[in-house]
């Protein structure tokens, strides 16, 4: 069971630009309270991309999807930061804000609905 100091509140961020970088998260985000930890995921669309054997050129391959995650200290930052950025531009692309799925799960009461200790 997570103590309340180890549940982190955090956003999704969708539709990021391929250029986009965990400082520029955190730079965007600590306006609604103390970022925690920011971290970009860059999908690639390259079907050698998996093939330990390929010697592949990370430039050349093109990016499908960018996505990021953004951790606050506490609820009501984070909260604030969906609000104030969804729907948004970051550069030049409109990005979607919402709560990620981890930190819904994070905070859900631990124990079955009726099960009783004996």
């Known amino acids: 069971?997570?103590?309340?100091t180890d549940v982190k509140f955090t956003c999704y961020v969708g539709n990021?630009?391929?250029d986009t970088d965990e400082k520029d998260l955190e730079?965007?985000?600590?306006?609604?309270g103390d970022v925690m930890d920011s971290k970009v995921i860059y999908e690639r669309d390259d079907e050698?991309?998996?093939?330990y054997d390929y010697d592949y050129d990370s430039d050349s391959m093109t990016i499908r999807k960018?996505?990021?995650?953004?951790?606050f200290k506490?609820?009501?930052?984070?909260?604030?930061a969906i609000k104030g950025m969804n729907g948004k531009k970051l550069g030049l692309k409109t990005i979607n804000v919402q709560e990620s799925h981890s930190s819904r799960r994070s905070r859900r009461?631990?124990?079955?609905?009726?099960?009783k200790r004996v």
């Open 1 to 4: 069971m997570a103590s309340p």
């Open 74 to 80: 506490d609820e009501k930052s984070m909260k604030d």
């Open 16 to 18: 990021l630009e391929s």
């Open 48 to 51: 050698d991309y998996y093939d």
């Open 27 to 32: 730079n965007a985000f600590s306006q609604f």
């Open 109 to 115: 009461p631990v124990g079955r609905a009726g099960s």
């Open 66 to 71: 960018v996505y990021g995650f953004v951790s």
